[in-house]
Structure formats: C-alpha cells, structure tokens
C-alpha cells in the first residue's frame, strides 16, 4: 500500500508555509505573545484568503469539503511558524460538532459564516473529556447553562461558543449574551489563547445530536494536538541542526562533533516515525472508524513524549543561547508544553487507551 501525501496535500503545505513566512515571522509571532489581544486579525485574514477556516465544512455551506488529515497538515503548518491563530476550536471542533450534530438549521446558520471566517467559534468541552477540576462544570436547565468551563480553546475573542454540558450533550452560546463571560486564562503557551467560560444562566441552543458527537471531537482533538506537537518538534530540530552547521567551537563547526551530531540524529529518529502514526490516526479518523479512538489516544500520548523530548534537546544543542529570549525556541518549547497537557496528558490518554482495549477497568 502507497501510504503518501497526495500532490493536492503537498501543495496546500507548500502555499501555507508561503504565507505564513510572509504574515506571522518571529517578530510578528512575539508581538502577538507580549501583547494583550485574543485573536491577531492579520493572521486570521490570511488564512481566510486561503480557505483554512473552512477546511472541514463541505462545499455546500462554502466550505472546502476536506477530511481531518488536512485539518492536521495545517494544524502542522501552523505549529511549525507557532503561528497565534485560532484553528483547533474555530475550524475543527466547532465546525466537526454543528455539521454532524447541528440541525439543518443550525447548519445552515452557522456553517457557511466559520467558512468564511466571519465568526470565530471557541470550543469548551475540557471538563467532559479530560475530568472537572475546581468545581469547573456546566450544567443545562431548561434552554440556560449554568457553571464554568476551564480551558476552552478559542474562547477569548470568540463569537460563539460550543459547549458540553456534564452529560456529554453540547451547546450553542452566542458569546454577545450578557450571561456569558470569558475570562482569558494564564498559560505557558504565549502564541494562543485559551480561556475560563463562566455562564450564569446563559441562553444556550442544544445541538440536535449533541451527545454522540463528544467522542469524535475528543478524537479529532487529540489528533490536531498531535499535529501541533510534531510541528513544533519538526521546527526545533531543524533550528537545532542549522545552528550546529554554522557555530563555530575550538575552530570547528559543532556539527562536526560526534555527541552533536547523534543527537541530532536521535531527534529525527525519534520523530519520523511519529509522523506516520499521526497520519495514520488522522486517516483512520474518517476511514477506519473502528480503530479512530484507539490510534488518536496512541497518536497523542506518543507525540507528547517525542515532542518533549526534541524540545529539551534541540534547547540543549544550542546551549547557552538556547534558554534565552534571542532565538525564540522558548516559543515552541512551551507550545509543546501546553499541547502534551490540553484535554489530558499521555499518562491519562495511555489508561484511555488500555480501556479501550479491555486492558484497564
């Protein structure tokens, strides 16, 4: 079997990366990070030019109609320039939840405005997938939701909201509703935001089939993280590689040293076949729907533990230099950092995945 990128795939990586060295260069990047603004609008508006927001919407509702491999390739892409773009929440999961669990006409509303990029959509579903924490939690009650919910990806700057209640069952909220307050949250990761969403009562709009589609966003969720994972780790190796092909040490190249080059080598070792398995999870996200939750956990947990490890060892090829502010690394370190934590970390996904499998009770 030719398990491969199509043409089509290995074009819309190439005109990505284009776009993103001309819209979101280091500078740009740290302007984003030192600053105080949810969304940066330059960077939305060219990703909308491109169709990204629209990548999982299908083309009647003026989407690209494409499947989750290629959410993933830009969700790389994206991780690979620590572009600060909503994407995870604002074009997959909110997307994902109203076109398979949104009624036609919450379809009809809503789908064609997050294509076009129109509205921004943030996503809350931490508590029903990774478990509550400090009283965090959403209750519905008669077309209102009540409680808080913490890390919701995409929240600040949003103008809709997906939510799940404690039973699994999502939700419509208009953000714009006096009852809603989204309260940016503090995190390692400076390049996106993520936020505490406190309703009080907030008029609310159930999806249609709200509660079945829960696992498939957990899923699609712990497949993108991947992504961003392995974008990430592929930035800072070739980072770690370049630096060691033009710094110089007792008058020769530290490339040239043999402890430098095995890690380097034991970096991209490390890191290849974790590409396979991520393509292979977002394959089977549409195609193999029986083994989908199984490999999305394996893709994830597998990810966190790679990508920690490039992070600290590309840091360490650059030594000194490496753990200040001059070349940036920090910015995909802590990138990894919050990825390898959001919606559960490996230790987590791995009991996960030995439930799914009758390992675990």
């Known amino acids: 079997m030719d398990f491969a990128l199509s043409a089509e795939q290995r074009l819309l990586q190439t005109s990505l990366a284009g776009v993103l060295d001309r819209v979101a260069p280091l500078e740009r990047v740290r302007a984003f990070a030192d600053g105080n603004k949810s969304i940066a609008r330059d960077i939305w508006a060219a990703l909308t030019e491109l169709g990204a927001p629209g ?191 033009e710094r110089r040490q007792f008058g020769r190249l530290i490339g040239s040293f043999q402890a430098v080059k095995h890690l380097c080598a034991e970096m991209a070792a490390e890191l290849e076949p974790a590409r396979a398995l991520l393509w292979y999870a977002a394959y089977a996200f549409d195609a193999a729907p029986d083994e989908a939750s199984l490999m999305a956990a394996h893709a994830k947990a597998h990810l966190a533990e790679i990508s920690r490890f490039i992070a600290r060892t590309a840091t360490e090829v650059h030594g000194g230099i490496g753990f200040t502010d001059l070349l940036g690394l920090h910015l995909w370190f802590k990138r990894i950092g919050l990825d390898r934590q959001l919606l559960g970390g490996p230790e987590r996904l791995r009991l996960h995945a030995a439930r799914l499998q009758g390992l675990a009770a």
Request: glycine share 10%; no cysteine.
């Open 55 to 245: 990548v999982l919407i299908d083309e009647a509702h003026g989407g690209l109609g494409l499947r989750l491999l290629d959410a993933a390739l830009i969700g790389e892409a994206l991780a690979a320039a620590a572009a600060p773009a909503p994407f995870l929440g604002a074009a997959v999961l909110a997307p994902l939840a109203i076109a398979h669990a949104g009624s036609p006409a919450q379809q009809d509303a809503w789908l064609p405005r997050l294509a076009a990029g129109e509205v921004i959509a943030g996503i809350a579903i931490h508590e029903a997938v990774a478990g509550a924490r400090d009283g965090a939690g959403v209750t519905a009650d008669a077309g209102r939701l009540t409680g808080t919910s913490l890390f919701a990806i995409d929240a600040p700057g949003a103008d809709l909201l997906v939510v799940a209640d404690h039973s699994g069952r999502m939700h419509l909220v208009e953000v714009g509703d006096d009852n809603v307050e989204i309260i940016p949250l503090t995190t390692i990761d400076s390049t996106r935001r993520v936020g505490e969403v406190r309703l009080a009562g907030a008029r609310s709009e159930p999806l249609a089939a709200g509660k079945e589609i829960l696992p498939r966003l957990r899923d699609a969720a712990f497949v993108m993280l991947a992504a961003d994972m392995l974008g990430a780790s592929q930035t800072m190796l070739g980072k770690a590689v370049a630096y060691a092909n």
